[in-house]
């Protein structure tokens, strides 16, 4: 059973796909063992704590400095057992040290198909801005590996999305995530805990 970290910033829908697939057994060989936020008061801890799961707030503003941040993150982790770490709208950079403490086990989930629309400045609604500004037929989502980069680890899974013609950015972002991010997410998860035993 592996035991994961998830990373979260705001509303945790990832997070709750993750939950969900756990408790319906469709995600077999996993075990959330912490949500922690940089953010404080976000709906994704209460979301831990309705389902038994130990979530706490990490913010930066925190500590003297980035480095230290990122240092106390890690060491959280390894104090949780983390075997894998799931950035789920986690809207934090992830620093060189974080990569190299979990060598190929972080993953992110990213909400276009990469090498669409990602990188510096591409996250949240301005994603499916840039989608609808460019006037593509197909979007949908990616899980991958976390590297030094900016969304630009090996790619893992990803699910396309046909956008209807007229939709607003928020309704596609909507239908990004419920017919491709909470899809792929917990099966990206599955795959890794499944050929990890
Ligand atoms: C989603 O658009 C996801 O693609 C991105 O962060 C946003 C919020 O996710 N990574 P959540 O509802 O907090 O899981």
Known sequence: MMKIGVLVSGGGTNLQAIIDNIEAGTITNASIACVISNNPGVFALERAVKHGIPGECMSPADYPDRPAYHQALIQRLKDYGVELVVLAGFLVNISPEM????????????????????????????????????????????????????????????????????ISAKDLQLKVMQEAEWIILPAAIQKICSSNQ
Not at 115 to 142: D, M, N, Q, W
Not at 145 to 161: C, H, L, N, R, Y
């Open 99 to 166: 990569v190299a403490a979990f060598p190929n086990r972080i993953i992110n989930i990213h909400p276009s198909l990469i090498p669409s629309f990602c990188g510096k400045g591409f996250y949240g609604l301005k994603v499916h801005e840039a989608a609808l500004a460019r006037g593509v037929k197909i979007t949908g989502a990616t899980v991958h590996f976390v590297d030094e980069g900016t969304d630009s680890g090996p790619i893992i899974m990803q699910k396309a999305v046909e956008i209807p013609e007229g």
